[in-house]
């Protein structure tokens, strides 16, 4: 029987999973079946938040989950429809983290680790918890991410692949497409590869094109890349790696500038581009 782990924390490029030992998944089973306070708030995977935004167990080991959500102190049994559970402390987190150790770098376990003791003790994660009821409050611009939110396509296609309207299935990379990629993760670099896919640098987006539509990107340096799309309506959306498609930024606030928006830890803004789907080749 096989027990996977993914940690969520990229949006551009493909999220690390491993697979359990035997002891592990001994071990995982013991956590799950202690007592836990059962709560009705909703893990912060409902909001698409960019960088480190937990794990995903996926399994065929019995008493284990098909599959379950974790971050941020809320376990998320996805295909059960009931209430969720508190992670204490986050010690299911820390424990997935731990098994990660030779499938992770050492700055993805250091990051990871950081994120998990900052959310464990109220840091940006928790706040989103409540951003449902934030969010009903909210007009809902005309943008349709339906397409992009089911199963068959939501894992498979990224940033890049939402921000051309392209769905390939493939996790497109940048410059992918037109044979030399990224080499690695810097503006210069990721606009260079967009750039031989057919992107075309703008200065603005503040008039309507003729054909295509704008993008914006932004780098977590030396970490990720993400990408933005404007809308019809003068809204931007996005969609963070295999997560749902949104249209709202990390404060769960439209988004109306990819420059200035809430997106840590992608804190560098490499540009707009002019998108031509129908010109544009990635892969």
């Not at 008493?63 to 299911?92: E, M, T, V, W, Y």
């Not at 914006?216 to 340096?221: E, S």
Request: charged share 20%; net charge negative; proline share 5%.
């Amino acid at each position: 029987m096989t027990t996977i782990v993914t940690a969520l924390m990229y949006s551009g490029k493909q999220d690390p999973s491993w697979e359990l030992t035997s002891e592990q998944a001994k071990q995982l089973k013991e956590i799950l079946s202690e007592k836990r306070e059962v709560t009705m708030e909703m893990s912060a995977l409902s909001f698409g938040l960019l960088g480190y935004r937990g794990f995903i167990i996926e399994s065929y080991e019995p008493s284990i989950p098909s599959k379950a959500f974790c971050f941020d102190g809320i376990i998320d049994l996805i295909d059960q429809r009931h209430a969720n559970f508190i992670d204490k402390d986050s010690s299911l987190e820390s424990f997935l983290l731990q098994t990660g150790i030779k499938a992770l770098t050492e700055s993805e376990k250091s990051f990871i680790s950081t994120e998990i003791s900052k959310n464990s003790k109220g840091g940006p994660a928790s706040k989103n918890r409540d951003l449902k009821s934030t969010m009903d409050l909210l007009t809902v611009p005309p943008f349709d991410p339906g397409k992009w939110n089911i199963a068959s396509v939501q894992r498979f296609n990224n940033c890049y692949n939402y921000a051309n309207d392209i769905i390939t299935n493939t996790f497109a990379q940048p410059g992918k497409g037109s044979g030399q990629m990224y080499n690695d993760i810097s503006c210069a670099e990721v606009s260079s590869a967009a750039k031989r896919d057919g992107q075309i640098s703008v200065m603005s987006a503040s008039s309507t094109p003729l054909e295509g539509h704008f993008i914006a990107l932004v780098i977590a340096p030396d970490y990720d890349y993400h990408w933005y799309r404007l809308d019809s309506n003068g809204k931007w959306s996005h969609k963070p790696g295999q997560t749902p498609a949104k249209n709202t930024d990390n404060n769960g606030q439209l988004i109306t500038d990819p420059k200035t928006c809430s997106k840590y830890p992608y804190t560098e803004f490499c540009g707009l581009f002019h998108c031509k789907p129908d010109k544009v080749q990635i892969r």
